[in-house]
């Protein structure tokens, strides 16, 4: 069985691997849960990264480095329990609160 550590290692070398560059910037981890997908138990793994669509990479690493409040981007990873392999990975939305 794959323990929760090795399960975030695996979300975080597949993101890096499957995404580009710029969207990994100050990739931080956010949310462990146990989860299903189909008949395998699964590690649901959220992962956020700066978002960087507007500032450009060079701008997004700069101000990732010296700590600015850039919006984030969300995945969840499903990493199987019994094979530690990345099974799915999907965009993560937050309900955004209402102002009061």
Do not use: C
Request: glycine share 8%.
């Amino acid at each position: 069985m794959v323990d929760i550590e090795a399960a975030v290692r695996a979300a975080k070398a597949f993101a890096i691997r499957s995404l580009e560059e710029h969207r990994t910037v100050d990739l931080r981890l956010e949310e462990i849960e146990t989860g299903r997908v189909g008949d395998e138990d699964v590690w649901l793994v959220t992962l956020s990264s700066a978002e960087t669509s507007r500032l450009g990479a060079p701008l997004a690493n700069l101000t990732a480095v010296v700590g600015g409040d850039l919006n984030r981007e969300y995945k969840q990873f499903a990493v199987g329990k019994a094979s530690g392999e990345v099974l799915s990975m999907k965009v993560r939305l937050f309900p955004v609160p209402l102002a009061s």
